[in-house]
Protein backbone atom coordinates (compact mmCIF):
# COMPACT_ATOMS: atom_id res chain seq x y z
CA UNK A 1 0.00 0.00 0.00
CA UNK A 2 1.51 3.60 -0.77
CA UNK A 3 1.80 6.34 1.13
CA UNK A 4 -0.87 8.27 -0.64
CA UNK A 5 -3.18 5.84 0.14
CA UNK A 6 -2.97 6.12 3.93
CA UNK A 7 -3.13 10.15 3.83
CA UNK A 8 -5.79 11.35 5.92
CA UNK A 9 -7.20 13.94 3.51
CA UNK A 10 -10.38 11.97 3.59
CA UNK A 11 -12.46 10.34 6.35
CA UNK A 12 -13.26 7.35 4.90
CA UNK A 13 -15.18 6.15 7.63
CA UNK A 14 -17.36 9.44 6.76
CA UNK A 15 -17.34 8.64 3.33
CA UNK A 16 -18.86 5.02 3.84
CA UNK A 17 -21.08 5.91 6.53
CA UNK A 18 -19.38 3.27 9.14
CA UNK A 19 -18.56 3.75 12.95
CA UNK A 20 -14.54 3.60 13.21
CA UNK A 21 -14.57 0.22 15.31
CA UNK A 22 -16.63 -1.25 12.44
CA UNK A 23 -15.25 -4.91 11.60
CA UNK A 24 -13.75 -6.22 8.20
CA UNK A 25 -17.77 -7.19 6.94
CA UNK A 26 -19.45 -4.13 8.05
CA UNK A 27 -16.76 -2.44 5.58
CA UNK A 28 -17.52 -4.09 2.76
CA UNK A 29 -21.21 -4.42 3.18
CA UNK A 30 -20.89 -0.30 2.98
CA UNK A 31 -18.57 -0.31 0.34
CA UNK A 32 -21.03 -2.57 -1.90
CA UNK A 33 -24.17 0.01 -0.96
CA UNK A 34 -22.15 3.31 -1.57
CA UNK A 35 -20.54 1.48 -5.17
CA UNK A 36 -24.00 0.31 -6.15
CA UNK A 37 -24.64 4.45 -6.09
CA UNK A 38 -21.99 5.56 -7.39
CA UNK A 39 -20.44 3.74 -10.12
CA UNK A 40 -19.91 5.33 -13.08
CA UNK A 41 -21.69 2.46 -15.57
CA UNK A 42 -24.97 3.39 -13.47
CA UNK A 43 -24.53 7.08 -12.08
CA UNK A 44 -24.22 9.14 -15.66
CA UNK A 45 -22.84 11.85 -12.88
CA UNK A 46 -19.89 13.83 -14.17
CA UNK A 47 -18.73 13.51 -10.21
CA UNK A 48 -19.51 10.05 -9.98
CA UNK A 49 -16.47 8.22 -10.86
CA UNK A 50 -14.32 10.53 -9.04
CA UNK A 51 -16.59 9.24 -5.59
CA UNK A 52 -16.43 5.85 -6.83
CA UNK A 53 -12.90 6.11 -6.49
CA UNK A 54 -12.65 7.47 -2.91
CA UNK A 55 -14.55 4.18 -2.10
CA UNK A 56 -12.47 1.87 -3.49
CA UNK A 57 -9.56 3.71 -1.63
CA UNK A 58 -11.43 3.47 1.40
CA UNK A 59 -12.08 -0.15 0.77
CA UNK A 60 -8.69 -0.94 0.50
CA UNK A 61 -6.90 0.96 3.28
CA UNK A 62 -9.24 -0.06 6.10
CA UNK A 63 -9.37 -4.02 4.79
CA UNK A 64 -5.56 -3.88 5.16
CA UNK A 65 -4.86 -4.26 8.81
CA UNK A 66 -1.72 -1.99 8.20
CA UNK A 67 -2.55 0.42 6.07
CA UNK A 68 -5.80 1.25 8.41
CA UNK A 69 -3.57 1.50 11.55
CA UNK A 70 -1.26 3.83 9.49
CA UNK A 71 -4.54 5.85 8.66
CA UNK A 72 -5.91 5.68 11.71
CA UNK A 73 -3.01 7.02 13.11
CA UNK A 74 -2.87 10.07 10.85
CA UNK A 75 -6.62 10.48 11.72
CA UNK A 76 -5.97 10.71 15.17
CA UNK A 77 -3.13 13.38 14.68
CA UNK A 78 -5.61 15.60 12.67
CA UNK A 79 -8.09 15.36 15.15
CA UNK A 80 -5.73 16.43 18.05
CA UNK A 81 -4.50 19.19 15.60
CA UNK A 82 -7.98 20.46 15.14
CA UNK A 83 -9.00 20.33 18.78
CA UNK A 84 -6.03 22.39 19.65
CA UNK A 85 -6.72 24.85 16.91
CA UNK A 86 -10.55 25.37 18.27
CA UNK A 87 -8.97 25.30 21.95
CA UNK A 88 -6.36 28.69 20.28
CA UNK A 89 -9.14 30.13 18.72
CA UNK A 90 -11.47 29.84 22.07
CA UNK A 91 -8.76 31.46 23.69
CA UNK A 92 -8.11 33.67 21.58
CA UNK A 93 -12.05 34.89 21.81
CA UNK A 94 -12.16 35.28 25.02
CA UNK A 95 -9.05 37.42 25.47
CA UNK A 96 -10.25 39.19 22.83
CA UNK A 97 -13.74 40.05 24.42
CA UNK A 98 -11.64 40.43 27.68
CA UNK A 99 -9.70 43.61 26.33
CA UNK A 100 -12.89 44.64 24.89
CA UNK A 101 -14.30 44.34 28.51
CA UNK A 102 -11.56 46.17 29.61
CA UNK A 103 -11.92 49.15 26.97
CA UNK A 104 -15.89 49.46 27.69
CA UNK A 105 -14.92 49.41 31.52
CA UNK A 106 -11.96 52.60 30.69
CA UNK A 107 -14.60 54.48 28.34
CA UNK A 108 -17.35 54.25 30.54
CA UNK A 109 -15.17 55.07 33.43
CA UNK A 110 -13.96 58.27 31.33
CA UNK A 111 -17.08 59.59 30.20
CA UNK A 112 -18.47 59.50 34.36
CA UNK A 113 -15.76 61.42 35.21
CA UNK A 114 -15.47 63.88 32.53
CA UNK A 115 -19.57 64.41 33.71
CA UNK A 116 -18.29 64.84 37.06
CA UNK A 117 -16.06 67.26 35.83
CA UNK A 118 -18.44 69.07 33.73
CA UNK A 119 -21.31 68.81 36.40
CA UNK A 120 -18.46 70.08 39.00
CA UNK A 121 -17.71 73.36 36.95
CA UNK A 122 -21.58 73.56 35.91
CA UNK A 123 -22.43 74.20 39.43
CA UNK A 124 -19.44 76.45 40.43
CA UNK A 125 -20.93 78.66 36.25
CA UNK A 126 -24.61 78.48 38.29
CA UNK A 127 -23.06 80.19 42.00
CA UNK A 128 -21.29 82.64 40.18
CA UNK A 129 -24.43 83.43 37.92
CA UNK A 130 -26.61 83.38 40.85
CA UNK A 131 -24.16 85.45 42.89
CA UNK A 132 -23.89 87.67 39.91
CA UNK A 133 -27.58 88.38 39.67
CA UNK A 134 -28.10 89.17 43.22
CA UNK A 135 -25.43 91.47 43.32
CA UNK A 136 -26.97 93.28 40.07
CA UNK A 137 -30.18 93.13 41.88
CA UNK A 138 -28.83 94.72 45.16
CA UNK A 139 -26.96 97.40 43.68
CA UNK A 140 -30.17 98.25 41.09
CA UNK A 141 -31.42 98.43 45.03
CA UNK A 142 -28.85 101.28 46.51
CA UNK A 143 -28.62 105.44 45.88
CA UNK A 144 -26.02 105.73 42.45
CA UNK A 145 -23.26 107.06 44.57
CA UNK A 146 -19.26 106.41 44.92
CA UNK A 147 -18.18 103.77 47.55
CA UNK A 148 -14.83 103.59 48.79
CA UNK A 149 -14.77 99.97 50.03
CA UNK A 150 -15.40 96.99 47.52
CA UNK A 151 -19.14 95.50 47.47
CA UNK A 152 -18.75 92.12 49.37
CA UNK A 153 -18.55 89.27 46.16
CA UNK A 154 -19.45 86.07 46.20
CA UNK A 155 -15.88 85.31 46.35
CA UNK A 156 -15.50 87.02 49.29
CA UNK A 157 -18.26 84.52 51.04
CA UNK A 158 -16.29 81.49 50.12
CA UNK A 159 -13.97 79.49 51.96
CA UNK A 160 -12.26 76.23 50.66
CA UNK A 161 -12.29 73.42 53.22
CA UNK A 162 -9.87 70.75 53.24
CA UNK A 163 -9.34 67.46 54.98
CA UNK A 164 -7.69 64.15 55.20
CA UNK A 165 -9.96 61.98 53.26
CA UNK A 166 -7.87 58.67 54.21
CA UNK A 167 -9.66 60.17 57.56
CA UNK A 168 -13.12 61.62 57.18
CA UNK A 169 -15.82 61.20 54.08
CA UNK A 170 -17.49 64.31 54.59
CA UNK A 171 -21.26 64.80 51.90
CA UNK A 172 -22.81 68.31 51.61
CA UNK A 173 -24.87 67.67 54.60
CA UNK A 174 -22.31 66.44 56.52
CA UNK A 175 -20.21 70.00 55.86
CA UNK A 176 -23.48 72.10 56.14
CA UNK A 177 -24.75 70.65 59.58
CA UNK A 178 -20.73 71.15 61.10
CA UNK A 179 -20.95 74.56 59.13
CA UNK A 180 -24.38 75.81 59.76
CA UNK A 181 -24.17 76.15 64.23
CA UNK A 182 -21.09 78.85 63.67
CA UNK A 183 -21.77 80.48 60.24
CA UNK A 184 -24.64 80.27 57.71
CA UNK A 185 -24.28 78.13 54.82
CA UNK A 186 -25.81 79.43 51.30
CA UNK A 187 -24.34 76.71 48.86
CA UNK A 188 -21.85 73.41 48.97
CA UNK A 189 -19.64 72.53 46.26
CA UNK A 190 -18.17 69.29 46.61
CA UNK A 191 -14.87 68.91 44.62
CA UNK A 192 -14.76 65.71 42.59
CA UNK A 193 -11.41 66.57 40.82
CA UNK A 194 -9.42 66.60 44.46
CA UNK A 195 -10.91 64.54 46.86
CA UNK A 196 -10.82 65.67 50.43
CA UNK A 197 -11.71 69.67 49.43
CA UNK A 198 -14.75 71.61 49.16
CA UNK A 199 -16.39 75.29 48.25
CA UNK A 200 -18.53 76.82 50.65
CA UNK A 201 -20.39 79.64 50.32
CA UNK A 202 -21.94 81.25 53.30
CA UNK A 203 -24.69 84.06 53.27
CA UNK A 204 -22.37 87.15 54.38
CA UNK A 205 -18.65 87.85 55.36
CA UNK A 206 -19.27 87.48 58.71
CA UNK A 207 -20.46 84.08 58.45
CA UNK A 208 -17.43 83.43 56.48
CA UNK A 209 -15.29 85.08 59.10
CA UNK A 210 -16.57 83.38 61.81
CA UNK A 211 -16.12 80.33 60.74
CA UNK A 212 -12.57 80.64 59.52
CA UNK A 213 -11.44 83.01 62.92
CA UNK A 214 -12.73 79.74 64.59
CA UNK A 215 -11.06 76.94 62.98
CA UNK A 216 -8.57 76.52 66.07
CA UNK A 217 -10.84 77.35 68.93
CA UNK A 218 -14.13 75.48 67.42
CA UNK A 219 -13.88 71.70 68.60
CA UNK A 220 -16.21 70.65 65.45
CA UNK A 221 -13.66 72.62 62.81
CA UNK A 222 -11.03 69.99 63.95
CA UNK A 223 -11.69 67.68 61.37
CA UNK A 224 -10.80 70.16 59.03
CA UNK A 225 -6.93 70.05 57.92
CA UNK A 226 -7.44 74.03 56.72
CA UNK A 227 -10.01 76.70 56.24
CA UNK A 228 -8.96 79.43 53.93
CA UNK A 229 -10.45 82.14 51.89
CA UNK A 230 -11.33 80.99 48.56
CA UNK A 231 -9.06 84.27 47.19
CA UNK A 232 -6.24 83.36 48.76
CA UNK A 233 -7.00 87.33 50.03
CA UNK A 234 -9.48 88.75 53.22
CA UNK A 235 -12.05 90.61 51.66
CA UNK A 236 -11.80 94.61 51.68
CA UNK A 237 -14.53 94.85 54.35
CA UNK A 238 -12.41 93.03 56.79
CA UNK A 239 -9.44 94.19 56.34
CA UNK A 240 -11.13 97.31 57.18
CA UNK A 241 -12.52 96.16 60.40
CA UNK A 242 -9.07 94.61 61.15
CA UNK A 243 -7.73 98.02 60.64
CA UNK A 244 -9.87 99.85 62.42
CA UNK A 245 -9.36 96.80 65.76
CA UNK A 246 -5.47 97.93 65.43
CA UNK A 247 -6.15 101.43 65.68
CA UNK A 248 -8.51 100.50 68.86
CA UNK A 249 -6.01 98.79 70.43
CA UNK A 250 -2.99 101.57 70.00
CA UNK A 251 -5.51 104.14 71.63
CA UNK A 252 -6.13 101.74 74.60
CA UNK A 253 -2.73 100.83 74.81
CA UNK A 254 -1.77 104.89 74.84
CA UNK A 255 -4.47 105.27 77.11
CA UNK A 256 -3.32 102.75 79.50
CA UNK A 257 0.66 104.11 79.40
CA UNK A 258 -0.70 107.44 80.12
CA UNK A 259 -3.07 106.17 83.68
CA UNK A 260 -0.64 106.21 86.27
CA UNK A 261 -3.13 104.92 88.93
CA UNK A 262 -2.22 101.39 90.47
CA UNK A 263 -4.88 98.47 89.15
CA UNK A 264 -7.11 97.58 91.33
CA UNK A 265 -9.08 94.63 92.05
CA UNK A 266 -12.60 94.66 91.23
CA UNK A 267 -15.54 92.21 90.47
CA UNK A 268 -17.95 94.98 89.03
CA UNK A 269 -17.98 94.87 84.76
CA UNK A 270 -15.00 96.71 82.96
CA UNK A 271 -17.65 98.99 81.34
CA UNK A 272 -20.32 99.98 83.27
CA UNK A 273 -23.91 100.74 81.78
CA UNK A 274 -23.65 104.41 80.63
CA UNK A 275 -20.21 105.05 81.83
CA UNK A 276 -17.77 107.46 80.15
CA UNK A 277 -15.35 105.30 79.26
CA UNK A 278 -17.94 102.92 77.65
CA UNK A 279 -18.96 105.63 75.40
CA UNK A 280 -15.06 106.75 74.77
CA UNK A 281 -14.75 102.92 74.00
CA UNK A 282 -17.73 102.42 71.29
CA UNK A 283 -16.56 106.12 70.28
CA UNK A 284 -13.50 104.83 68.76
CA UNK A 285 -15.57 102.09 66.43
CA UNK A 286 -16.77 104.73 64.49
CA UNK A 287 -19.67 102.69 63.02
CA UNK A 288 -21.05 104.86 60.03
CA UNK A 289 -24.90 105.80 60.20
CA UNK A 290 -27.17 102.99 58.85
CA UNK A 291 -29.02 106.25 56.60
CA UNK A 292 -26.84 106.26 53.89
CA UNK A 293 -29.04 108.05 51.59
CA UNK A 294 -29.81 111.35 54.20
CA UNK A 295 -25.51 111.02 54.41
CA UNK A 296 -23.84 111.19 50.05
CA UNK A 297 -20.45 111.37 51.82
CA UNK A 298 -21.13 107.49 53.56
CA UNK A 299 -19.23 105.07 51.86
CA UNK A 300 -20.60 101.58 53.32
CA UNK A 301 -23.78 100.32 52.21
CA UNK A 302 -26.64 98.98 54.89
CA UNK A 303 -25.12 95.56 54.45
CA UNK A 304 -21.50 95.96 54.67
CA UNK A 305 -22.87 98.21 57.72
CA UNK A 306 -24.28 95.19 59.23
CA UNK A 307 -21.54 93.31 58.93
CA UNK A 308 -18.86 95.57 60.19
CA UNK A 309 -21.31 96.27 63.19
CA UNK A 310 -21.57 92.63 63.77
CA UNK A 311 -17.93 91.47 63.44
CA UNK A 312 -16.57 94.56 65.62
CA UNK A 313 -19.30 93.99 68.67
CA UNK A 314 -17.86 89.90 68.73
CA UNK A 315 -13.98 91.88 68.84
CA UNK A 316 -15.29 93.79 71.42
CA UNK A 317 -16.55 91.15 73.20
CA UNK A 318 -13.42 89.30 73.13
CA UNK A 319 -11.26 92.43 74.21
CA UNK A 320 -13.49 93.23 77.11
CA UNK A 321 -13.07 89.63 77.95
CA UNK A 322 -9.60 89.51 77.96
CA UNK A 323 -8.79 92.91 79.65
CA UNK A 324 -11.33 91.77 82.47
CA UNK A 325 -8.84 88.46 82.48
CA UNK A 326 -5.79 90.85 82.18
CA UNK A 327 -6.49 92.96 85.44
CA UNK A 328 -8.12 89.36 87.90
CA UNK A 329 -4.32 88.34 86.72
CA UNK A 330 -2.67 91.31 88.04
CA UNK A 331 -4.55 91.88 90.96
Request: hydrophobic letters at 35%; glycine letters at 2%; a positive charge.
Amino acid sequence: MSKQAVEADVDYYELLGIKVDASEKEIKKAYRLKAREVHPDKNPSPDAAALFHKLTQALEVLVDQQARAAYDKLMKAKMERLKKQREMDSKRRAAQSELEERENRAKKAKMEQDQAEAQYYAELARLRAEGAKRREEWREEQPQEEEKIPEPTELDCTLKVKWKRKKHTFTESDLEAILSPIGKVDSIALSEKKKGSALVVFKTVVDAHAVLTSHDSHPSLAPFESINWLTGNEPAIVTKMNEDRRRRQEALRMATEMDNRPTQRSDKPLFASGSATQSSFFKNFQIPSTKSSANPSSSLSDKEYEAMTLMKLRQAQRERTMQQSEQQASS
